[in-house]
């Protein structure tokens, strides 16, 4: 019986460096892996960015709501919008003309950037309304794809 153990013993050792020599993966199955990661980004990967692009949007509109918020009242107190040459400044900061200035009336001591990182366009008076407020959109230029313009009368819809 003692015979029998160490030939078993050798037999497991066989074994062990056998399956040690082909652990491991081939050239074939590390490609099909690649492939099928290679197809889920390129699935997935758009609806991302497509998410994206549209939260920003969504976020530049909120923006605007708010300044337009703001715009009114500042025209509550000093009883005009502010020019065009005093832009949204003079919701920071009190213009030279006005007398009566109750703010600031944004949150932050500045004006705040669109989503793509440009000033928001301002007009006194606007086309539609008093006032327009648009955004540059990601191109920015204004007149582009994605460019936003919101004037006093669709913002009180």
């Given at each position: 019986?003692?015979?029998?153990?160490?030939?078993?013993?050798?037999?497991?050792?066989?074994?062990?460096?056998l399956r040690s020599a082909r652990a491991g993966y081939t050239l074939v199955e590390?490609?099909?892996?690649?492939?099928?990661?290679?197809?889920?980004?390129?699935?997935?990967?758009p609806r991302v960015l497509n998410y994206l692009s549209?939260?920003?949007?969504?976020?530049?509109?909120?923006?605007?709501?708010?300044?337009?918020?703001?715009?009114?009242?500042?025209?509550?107190?000093?009883?005009?919008?502010?020019?065009?040459?005093?832009?949204?400044?003079?919701?920071?900061?009190?213009?030279?003309?006005?007398?009566?200035?109750?703010?600031?009336?944004?949150?932050?001591?500045?004006?705040?950037?669109?989503?793509?990182?440009?000033?928001?366009?301002?007009?006194?008076?606007?086309?539609?309304?008093?006032?327009?407020?648009?955004?540059?959109?990601?191109?920015?230029?204004?007149?582009?794809?994605?460019?936003?313009?919101?004037?006093?009368?669709?913002?009180?819809?």
């Amino acid at each position: 019986m003692r015979a029998i153990l160490p030939l078993k013993a050798s037999t497991l050792s066989k074994r062990r460096a056998l399956r040690s020599a082909r652990a491991g993966y081939t050239l074939v199955e590390m490609l099909v892996v690649l492939a099928i990661i290679g197809s889920i980004v390129g699935l997935v990967g758009p609806r991302v960015l497509n998410y994206l692009s549209e939260s920003k949007v969504k976020t530049a509109q909120i923006q605007m709501e708010n300044i337009s918020s703001a715009l009114d009242l500042f025209y509550l107190d000093v009883g005009r919008y502010p020019a065009t040459e005093e832009g949204l400044s003079a919701l920071a900061r009190r213009p030279a003309g006005a007398s009566v200035w109750n703010g600031p009336y944004l949150k932050s001591a500045n004006v705040p950037k669109d989503p793509w990182g440009h000033d928001y366009l301002y007009r006194a008076p606007g086309q539609n309304g008093p006032y327009d407020i648009g955004s540059l959109g990601p191109e920015g230029r204004e007149g582009g794809a994605g460019s936003i313009t919101r004037s006093r009368d669709t913002a009180a819809r």
